[in-house]
């Protein structure tokens, strides 16, 4: 039973920002917003992650709204080497489920 | 400072036919994971150690056995192979079984079971 919603596929145009949502509405008040991303078929990568506040790392932006059932993930300038499939998390411990993903395609 | 290693990369095996796959940290991580990725689906968890000489079930971990052979090394064997488990597998570790703490993947072994 997936703990998060997120959109099949999206497309963005190099250089501009991608904003990649995520739905938890059944988020505990203990549980973690993960996202990780996933280019081609390699193992995948940590993004960034948050509990309550917004948090900005050097690849990306974490918006995560006041009630905690939804959050935004922020590429400030994607670029094609940002094609991936992006997964937003809901971690309680080692329970780190993975969705099926957001397809993010990056444009020239 | 090569983070997490798997070997082998690919593999085939007949139906019955047994294997070990190895998974290998190098950062001193405490937590250790075995995830399988079906075509198309997201990853699933196995089995994960929290510590050196712990390991737990997780979600799908029917057919599959474990052993954490010291702090850098996890491993996972498949007894009898079925063609059901026709997968990637990745290998993850983490400083702590811990929701604060990011876990860091291998590049996966790709496995056939014919």
């Known amino acids: 039973d997936a703990k998060t919603t997120q959109p099949t596929s999206m497309d963005c145009a190099e250089g501009r920002a991608a904003n990649l949502p995520c739905n938890h509405s059944t988020i505990s008040g203990n549980e973690y917003v993960y996202w990780y991303r996933q280019i081609h078929s390699q193992g995948p990568q940590y993004i960034i992650h948050g509990l309550k506040n917004n948090e900005t790392n050097e690849m990306a932006s974490l918006i995560i709204t006041e009630d905690r059932k939804s959050s935004t993930l922020i590429l400030p300038h994607a670029t094609l080497r940002d094609t991936a499939v992006y997964y937003c998390?809901?971690?309680?411990?080692?329970?780190?489920?993975f969705g099926a993903g957001t397809r993010l395609t990056v444009k020239p | 400072n090569a983070g997490v290693t798997q070997t082998p990369k690919f593999q085939v095996l007949k139906t019955g036919q047994s294997m070990t796959l190895q998974c290998a940290q190098d950062?001193?991580?405490?937590?250790m994971y075995w995830y399988r990725q079906d075509p198309g689906m997201g990853l699933r968890l196995i089995y994960y150690?929290?510590?050196?000489?712990?390991?737990d079930k997780g979600e799908v971990p029917n057919g599959y056995n474990v052993s954490r052979l010291n702090k850098r090394e996890f491993s996972l064997r498949l007894e009898s192979a079925a063609p059901s488990q026709t997968s990637v597998y990745f290998c993850?570790?983490?400083?702590?079984?811990?929701?604060?703490?990011?876990?860091?993947f291998g590049p996966g072994t790709r496995l056939t079971v014919l």
């Open positions: 998390i809901v971690r309680a411990y080692n329970d780190m489920r």
């Open positions: 993850a570790s983490s400083e702590a079984d811990s929701r604060e703490d990011e876990q860091f």
């Open positions: 150690s929290a510590s050196e000489g712990t390991t």
């Open positions: 950062m001193n991580h405490n937590s």
